[in-house]
């Protein structure tokens, strides 16, 4: 059952949320800046839509191929499960440091997971793996290879309708060389973006101006994209869909013009560029069916001579949201 509209948010928590969306390593002395308030009141907001679990996570946008991983997206039928059964193949999926995105769904899909492999041949070895062990509960399976991941501000948020100006993206070649330590420092960020640079200085082993100057360099050389939030959509209101999408005969033009929709839509926060079965993903957060409705009929018909085939999936849990694997958890205990 879907929830009928956002509720229990006032215009501050809206535009805390808003901004953190953009930048949710911002410490809280510039964004009380923006929003015309006292540092100590956009903590306590913070700290609040922690504790009531609307807000789940703060994480930054990773360019996973310049460490080396290659992704899939796996959209995923499931049958036989018992609870008992549920229980064991969740926790499963939750102790996998390569599995670093799980969702829950209905539709299309039951289960969307992301698989980050050391390449392909590691990523054929975590699938074969998980299809071995729980082969009889998948009814069906579909692969995508993502091959650009675009992020837009959640407008929706405050009422608005601009662009995002600069759209994070990751699906780039990134040449910049990075150690092990620059892997704890991402590993803390995926973690907890909003984590204390002396604490993650000190998990690291380095000093603070070192991991200050190691961060800069990761976002100066696009490995971090920017900084942004994993909300409860559900509690918040505006409950996620995940939209697969076939296109026939798309030219380059047409293809330009849809990701401007996407960008200029307040409901749209992802565009994923596709290789396989699907061309396109899109994540779209908003009220109710109808209104998503509305937003599919809206695209079938301004992109009709393009849209072969729309398969959404109402995502009504998140267990896990990242970029990245988390290959040191010892560091985030």
Known sequence: MQ????TGLDKLDRSILHLLDQDSRAPYSKLARRLHTSPQVVKYRVEKLYERQLLLACWPMVEYRGLGYFFGLHFIKLQNLTPKEEEKFYAYLHAHPYIPIVMRAQGYADLILAIDGRGIHHLSEIVRELQNRFSTHFLDWDTVIPIGFSRFNRNYLVGEKDPTPDVAFTGAQVS???DETDRKLLC???HDARTPLSHIA????????????????LEKGGVIQCYTILPDHVKLGWPRHRVLIKFKNLTEEQERRFFSYC???????????????WDCAIDIEIET???LREVLMDIKSKFSEVVQRIEPSYIYKIDRFRDIPDEFPQLNK
């Not at 929830?3 to 956002?6: E, V």
């Not at 960008?263 to 079965?277: A, D, E, T, W, Y």
């Open 289 to 291: 069916g109808e209104r």
């Open 202 to 217: 000190k998990k690291a082993g380095v000093s603070a101006a070192t991991a200050a100057q190691r961060i800069k360099r």
């Open 3 to 6: 929830p009928a509209g956002p």
């Open 263 to 277: 960008n200029l839509h307040p409901h749209i926060v992802h565009h994923i560029k596709c290789l396989g079965n």
């Open 176 to 178: 910049l060389e990075t």
């Open 188 to 190: 803390m960020l995926n």
